[in-house]
């Protein structure tokens, strides 16, 4: 009796696992941070490659933008650290969730100077729909 429970509770986790059981992912905050890191790196092609398929960016503009974080970044320093979060919902459009990030060596000011941002089409995204830099005027 004994050897046909452990049987069949092992055939039962075996099915749990090959059935899709969900994998431990990492937080969308830190797939956002990496993202960053990588596109700061200057890494343009990778940049490119990890966005979700239908980001609005082309080659040339994930260049460009990888160009800007990684001005911004030699500027600043390369360490980041989160700085908000968001659901951004534009007119007639779905919502967006973001992560914006400044650099750390900006921290002791009251608002940073330039924020990083990674948009998401949703919570469950794991593949950024676009980033940027955003310059905050004062």
């Not at 967006?96 to 924020?115: E, I, K, M, N, T």
């Amino acid at each position: 009796m004994k050897s046909a429970l452990g049987a069949l509770l092992g055939l039962l986790a075996w099915a749990a696992a090959s059935l899709g059981a969900p994998a431990a992912r990492p937080p969308q905050a830190s797939l956002a941070r990496q993202f960053l890191l990588n596109a700061l790196a200057g890494r343009p092609r990778a940049a490119y490659a990890a966005l979700a398929p239908g980001a609005a960016l082309s080659a040339p503009q994930a260049a460009g933008q990888v160009a800007a974080l990684r001005a911004q970044a030699w500027r600043w320093g390369p360490a980041i650290e989160l700085y908000k979060l968001g659901w951004r919902l534009p007119e007639g459009r779905p919502a967006l969730l973001f992560y914006q990030f400044r650099f750390a060596a900006d921290s002791a000011r009251p608002g940073p100077h330039v924020v990083l941002d990674v948009t998401f089409q949703d919570s469950l995204a794991t593949r950024p729909l676009g980033f940027g830099v955003v310059v905050r005027r004062r």
